[in-house]
């Protein structure tokens, strides 16, 4: 200063300067002092609430930035570029840096409250990190985090979010919402910046705080930036990802979740995204994992999802439920684990030992079959009754061995027989043949049904050569004298078996037995014994009048080639059923191989040949019949010619296509239509030709039978000429075609085939043609209608279920419809099990007059509901005055509760 005086002295310019900067910074310092409100600074209630240490403190703070009018109006000198308010601007950066350095001498909310509102006045990006410590300072004052978040979002400069990240590692809670709302505000840019900051940031903490920032701003752009992240990094890291996808709340987070659950090595990182998805919205996640279940041609993908829906906890388990039955094993088993730990099995196999269901019982044994044992063996220990019968049934149908123990040692153990009688069949189901001497010694109980089942287990599990054969085997004679004809018809079974010849005498005798069952039982054991000296008995059963036994007397009597009996099988032929016609060919050709020709030439002579006797010799299967069939192909009678035509397409030789394909120039129509059929049936493409060259045949029938054989052989040359057939004015030949269609995809196609089953008249004519199923082609055509297609042909055919069902109802109830016409509506309901005809049921039930009907609707009745809940309806119908009704009742009581007749 001194040297500065000095030079001053020697030029007058530099000391008229020193003497004017002098008189500038007094001028500055009076204004700034005389701009101070001191009256303001005294009786503001702001600052007289301030418990500062002095006065003094209060004047420098508003000194400093003077009030807010006056900030505001230095942040609007900003924008007008002189060089005096940039020199102002920077003066005031300067008074900002000391003021951010007095914020930490504030003691109270009220004084970080006004800091707040000058600092927003300001709105510059070095107050972000003094506000957050505001908030931090005073988190319990809602105003302070309201103000802080106002004045942070007002700062649009990007560059704040570093200042924030760097924060969320130590944010409360109410910080980290205010740190959130921030970023969010920033959009997909901010995204971007928050991830670039992500990738150079070492601190473990801060990451997990940027991957929850993430997660809270959410956004497409977000989950694409979150999703790289769930497959590569540390574990922790990678579940922190998943974490944040899941806050996003937003449903496009659950495909990459599920491709995170498919594709993560980490078992870790599995289950913590499994137990993620579990939190997101239950609907979307089961359906997506549904989907990856039943569509995935990977097995490893299929087994995450499983262990997705497992996370769930899903109350249906349908998806778990179709997984079971899965052709993949390694499907079945990782779906029944996963149910056995839901709990999903023995709440199931607990329901079903108190109701019974088929589609439950199939559900479990599929669990079983696929791995999951436990739950049925713990169930082994129930002590109700009913429950363990179940139980038992299940395990021999699953056919696990490891139960073979516990039964073994429940049927030595019980004293009940109903449930003995479950055991010994569920143990020969399982081939346990360690048990074969505890049923011995059970041949010996008192209750008949315990014996039975025994002699039946033995006949499954014994051998000829089994060294217990001697020690049963009189067991078994003493019982060929029992009452019980079930006991006597096991017996003889298992005699049968072992093959034991000394008890023929004994099968002679009962050939007489007043039981069905024993005859035909004693009939088949002397065949298996190829007991020759009873074949003048067996000649004598022919005349039984069960045809069930003749049946099985005259494959016998085929079997010992029994010349004797060739006179009474010709005989016995003529007025024969279907069963005992053709065991009776199989027996004549055995015994004579030209037999069959002479039966058919005694049958022509006498006039009595059909279509059916011609169809009963392609059953027989020692014989063909394609020689005889061609010879009566070219007989002059028609009739004989065409059911014989009929009865070709079965047969499969070359030769008989020939012949086929010259009578279709035969001059007799019928000829014509019945070759026809034969050469549809052979579902031959190459065939299309020579059917489409009958299209203009001169007989209607004739063109009928050409339009169902097309759809048969499905040419799709012929889909014009079909289209066309539909709109024919005649209703026949619609009909007809329309049937034709359903075997084409083409979806085309079904715009006509809805506009024109819109007709009556076609309608009415398709359900008459489709119920006839004696009609080959007809019934070889509705059976092959493609799956895709079925469901549309059922509804079409009925017009739609809910039509169906007051179809039916109006037939059940009405006055109006005869009796043949209630019993087919009943059958039909309780077929299709339309649980919407329960009410109309039950009224049949309680007040039809006429027994029969009270009986099926009784019948029906336990199709559509649950028969073993249903106290009050088997309560009246077994006090019903009708004996046919209270049997009905009994039959269904015990085949319900599953005790044997």
Not at 47 to 68: C, H, M, Q, T
Not at 235 to 258: D, Y
Request: hydrophobic share 45%; proline share 5%.
């Amino acid at each position: 200063m001194g040297s500065a005086a000095e030079t001053a002295r020697g030029s007058p310019f530099l000391l008229f300067l020193l003497a004017a900067t002098n008189l500038y910074l007094k001028f500055r310092i009076s204004a700034s002092i005389a701009q101070i409100p001191w009256k303001g600074v005294r009786t503001d209630p702001r600052v007289a609430r301030w418990p500062s240490e002095n006065f003094f403190r209060k004047i420098r703070l508003w000194g400093y930035l003077k009030d807010l009018a006056h900030v505001e109006a230095i942040l609007r000198l900003r924008q007008r570029p002189s060089l005096q308010l940039k020199k102002q601007y920077r003066w005031n950066k300067r008074l900002l840096r000391k003021y951010l350095d007095l914020l930490t001498t504030i003691h109270c909310a009220d004084e970080a409250r006004f800091a707040l509102g000058v600092l927003g006045s300001v709105g510059s990006s070095r107050s972000v990190l003094p506000i957050l410590n505001l908030i931090r300072r005073f988190p319990a004052d809602p105003d302070v985090t309201k103000d802080a978040a106002s004045v942070l979002l007002g700062i649009r400069k990007i560059k704040i979010l570093r200042d924030i990240l760097s924060s969320v590692a130590w944010a409360e809670p109410s910080l980290f919402g205010v740190l959130s709302e921030v970023c969010r505000s920033f959009g997909e840019e901010g995204v971007v910046f928050i991830v670039k900051e992500l990738d150079h940031q070492k601190s473990h903490s801060i990451r997990f705080g940027i991957f929850r920032i993430l997660g809270e701003v959410g956004g497409e752009r977000a989950i694409a930036e979150l999703e790289k992240f769930l497959h590569q990094g540390p574990e922790k890291e990678r579940i922190a990802a998943a974490h944040a996808m899941a806050r996003t709340g937003n449903e496009s987070a659950i495909k990459p979740l599920i491709h995170g659950l498919c594709q993560n090595p980490s078992p870790a990182v599995r289950d913590g995204i499994a137990r993620i998805l579990a939190d997101l919205p239950r609907e979307d996640v089961l359906k997506q994992l549904t989907h990856l279940l039943e569509t995935s041609p990977t097995h490893y993908f299929r087994i995450r999802a499983i262990q997705g829906i497992e996370t769930l906890q899903s109350d249906s388990g349908e998806a778990l439920s179709r997984a079971i039955s899965d052709p993949d094993p390694r499907i079945q088993r990782a779906a029944a684990a996963a149910m056995e730990r839901m709990g999903v099995i023995q709440n199931m196999l607990h329901c079903y030992q108190e109701d019974f269901c088929d589609e439950t019982q199939a559900f479990l044994v599929s669990a079983g079959r696929a791995g999951v044992i436990e739950p049925f063996l713990s169930a082994l220990k129930s002590k109700e009754s009913k429950g363990l019968k179940r139980t038992v049934r299940l395990l021999a149908h699953i056919g696990n061995r490891q139960a073979v123990p516990i039964l073994i040692k429940l049927l030595n153990t019980t004293g009940d027989w109903t449930l003995k009688s479950r055991l010994i069949p569920a143990l020969a189901e399982l081939d346990a043949t360690e048990s074969v001497p505890v049923m011995v010694q059970h041949l010996k109980n008192k209750h008949h049904w315990v014996r039975k089942t025994s002699m039946d287990a033995l006949g499954r599990l014994l051998s000829p050569d089994s060294m217990l054969r001697r020690e049963t085997l009189p067991i078994l004679h003493n019982v060929l004298g029992e009452e019980s004809p079930w006991t006597r018809a096991s017996a003889i079974r298992v005699l049968t078996v072992l093959e034991d010849r000394s008890c023929i005498p004994d099968l002679i005798r009962l050939l007489r037995d007043p039981q069905t069952r024993v005859r035909v039982e004693a009939a088949a054991g002397l065949k298996k014994l190829h007991a020759l000296e009873a074949e003048g008995q067996l000649i004598a059963l022919l005349n039984d009048p069960k045809q069930k036994v003749s049946a099985i007397a005259a494959s016998a009597l085929g079997q010992f080639k029994s010349q004797k009996s060739l006179p009474m099988l010709f005989e016995r032929f003529k007025d024969a059923g279907f069963r005992l016609r053709l065991s009776i060919l199989e027996a004549v050709h055995q015994i004579d191989p030209a037999g069959p020709d002479l039966l058919l030439e005694e049958l022509k002579a006498a006039n009595r040949i059909n279509l059916k006797v011609l169809r009963e010799l392609k059953e027989v299967r020692s014989f063909d019949p394609s020689r005889l069939l061609y010879t009566l192909a070219r007989i002059g009678e028609p009739e004989i010619r065409n059911q014989s035509i009929r009865a070709l397409h079965g047969v499969g030789q070359p030769e008989s296509k020939a012949l086929l394909l010259s009578l279709l120039q035969d001059n007799d129509a019928a000829i014509r239509a019945a070759t026809m059929d034969a050469i549809a049936l052979f579902l031959n493409p190459a065939m299309s030709s020579f059917i489409s060259e009958m299209r203009n045949d001169p007989d209607f029938l004739v063109r009928l039978r050409v339009i169902l054989a097309l759809g048969l052989i499905k040419d799709p040359d012929a889909l014009p000429y079909l289209r066309n057939a539909v709109y024919e004015k005649d209703s026949r030949i619609s009909a007809h075609a329309l049937l034709s269609l359903f075997h084409y995809a083409e979806p085309q196609f079904l715009t006509c085939f809805l506009d024109k089953f819109k007709e009556v008249k076609v309608r009415n004519l398709l359900k008459k043609i489709t119920s006839n199923r004696d009609d080959p082609v007809v019934a070889l055509l509705i059976d092959q209608i493609p799956e895709s297609k079925k469901l549309e042909f059922q509804i079409l055919k009925d017009h739609t279920l809910k039509s169906l069902d007051l179809f039916l109802e109006e037939q059940i109830l009405s006055g109006k419809t005869t009796k043949n016409e209630k019993l087919k509506a009943m059958m039909i309901a309780g077929t299709l099990k339309r649980k919407n005809l329960k009410k109309a049921l039950k009224r049949v039930i309680l007040e039809d007059p006429l027994p029969e009907v009270r009986a099926k609707a009784l019948r029906a009745y336990s199709a559509v509901a649950v028969i073993s809940k249903e106290k009050e309806i088997i309560q009246k119908a077994i006090e019903d005055p009708s004996l046919e009704v209270q049997t009905m009742a009994s039959r269904l009581l015990i085949h319900f509760e599953e005790e044997p007749v």
